[in-house]
């Protein structure tokens, strides 16, 4: 009997995020190149976005490429590029069949032209569904994103838009990448990481962490499922107690 059956429709998180590491491990305990284990990584990928729309999960956020990979060797980020182009040329359409939405967030800019024309495309494409939003987090940084909507701040600022007294959390949250996205309410990490490695920050604040050894070529529906449930089986207080929590 498959996990799914165990999971309460009615509890569902409405945003899930995802940090899907360990291509590079699964490879290299298979004595491949470190390319081998993202080329498998995208049928994990594919796995988890069919799991979460079969759900009604409405959001679901995958860290793609963070800024920080722009570091790894010229030939790996090479690689990693041509993968993503391709799997958005093989993916669009089941997408666009299957009322999904891309979007993106991150430095769009930084990304190679043939990367960011075909994901531009694929957001075009896509963006009149109206089932599970899929964002993709390219070129990505928590403290990028942060860092980018002080300076916008700063910049309305300077033009009279907003003033110091009206700059509140709401506010602040309108100049972030996820700006009319809920914060996550689960956040998945794969391959026995226990870090955040600069992802969705400001957004995590009570964010349920769940964290897995399986390394993400080897994550599947069963362990998305796996990951659903416990999430259910927790708590979320947000700072209350047990007991105001009951009295709602």
């Not at 666009?96 to 991150?106: D, M, Q, R, S």
């Not at 700006?179 to 998945?188: N, R, T």
């Amino acid at each position: 009997m498959s996990l799914k059956e165990s999971i309460n429709l009615s509890k569902l998180p409405e945003h899930v995020a995802i940090i899907m590491d360990g291509n590079g491990r699964w490879a290299r305990q298979r004595g491949l190149e470190r390319v081998y284990g993202h080329h498998e990584g995208v049928k994990a990928v594919r796995e988890v976005i069919e799991s979460a729309a079969e759900l009604g999960i409405k959001y679901l956020t995958l860290y793609a490429f963070s800024t920080e990979n722009w570091g790894r060797p010229d030939d790996e980020v090479s690689a990693l590029m041509d993968i993503m182009v391709q799997s958005l040329n093989n993916e669009t359409g089941t997408l666009v069949k299957n009322n999904i939405k891309l979007t993106a967030i991150g430095d769009i800019d930084r990304l190679k032209e043939d990367v960011k024309a075909r994901l531009q495309d694929t957001i075009r494409l896509t963006s009149g569904a109206t089932g599970l939003t899929l964002i993709v987090a390219m070129s990505y940084s928590s403290r990028w994103e942060i860092l980018n909507a002080v300076k916008k701040i700063a910049d309305d600022a300077i033009k009279g838009v907003v003033g110091p007294d009206k700059i509140d959390e709401a506010l602040f949250e309108n100049y972030l990448a996820t700006s009319g996205v809920p914060d996550p309410e689960l956040m998945i990490r794969t391959s026995g990481e226990f870090r955040i490695s600069n992802f969705l920050l400001w957004q995590i604040a009570y964010t349920e962490l769940y964290f897995t050894d399986i390394l993400w070529p080897d994550f599947g529906k069963e362990d998305f499922y796996k990951a659903i449930i416990d999430f259910q089986k927790r708590e979320r207080r947000f700072g209350k107690t047990s007991e105001q929590i009951l009295e709602k």
